[in-house]
């Protein structure tokens, strides 16, 4: 009895690892084309944009020194506000580069769709934090 189930056992990790090697084996095919032809149509647009804001909204709720970082810097003179912007990430770097990652995808999207999805009024914000 144990020595079927140890070949039962084997062949299950057997069929594991095959798929798991598999599924890689198409990821690395696929990333190429991914790469090469992003999903520009308007659904995805949509998709990628209100998750962006989900994030950031569930990310300022439980950082609340950045979420007013970031409305005082949205009162501010430009010149003033990129200063409190710059000096809030060199004091917060752990926060500067969490928040720079979940804005990321916008600009990748921006870049690679040609669309606009940050308020022009607050781009200059965005590259400072993306660059």
Same mark, same amino acid.
């Given at each position: 009895?144990?020595?079927?189930? %140890? ?6 990790? *057997? $069929? +594991? ?12 095919? %696929? !990333? ?5 032809? @992003? ?13 962006? =804001? #989900?994030? $950031? ?6 950082? @609340?020194? #950045? ?5 005082? %810097?949205?009162?501010? @003179?430009?010149? =003033?506000?990129?200063?409190?912007? =710059? !000096?809030?990430?060199?004091?917060? /770097? ?8 979940? $804005?990321? /995808?916008?600009?990748?999207? =921006?870049?690679? +769709? *040609?669309?606009?999805? $940050? /308020? /022009? ?11």
């Amino acid at each position: 009895m144990k020595i079927a189930e %140890a070949a039962g056992t084997r062949r299950t990790l *057997g $069929i +594991c690892f095959g798929t798991i090697a598999a599924g890689l084996a198409a990821a690395v095919i %696929a !990333a190429p084309v991914a790469v090469a032809a @992003p999903d520009c149509s308007q659904g995805n647009i949509d998709a990628t944009v209100a998750t962006a =804001q #989900g994030q $950031i909204q569930g990310y300022l709720a439980t950082h @609340p020194a #950045g979420q007013k970082m970031l409305m005082t %810097a949205a009162m501010q @003179p430009r010149a =003033q506000a990129s200063a409190t912007l =710059q !000096a809030y990430a060199q004091s917060n /770097p752990q926060e500067y580069q969490e928040f720079t990652g979940i $804005i990321a /995808p916008l600009g990748t999207l =921006q870049k690679q +769709c *040609g669309v606009q999805v $940050i /308020p /022009p009024q607050y781009q200059w914000a965005f590259d400072q934090f993306v660059g």
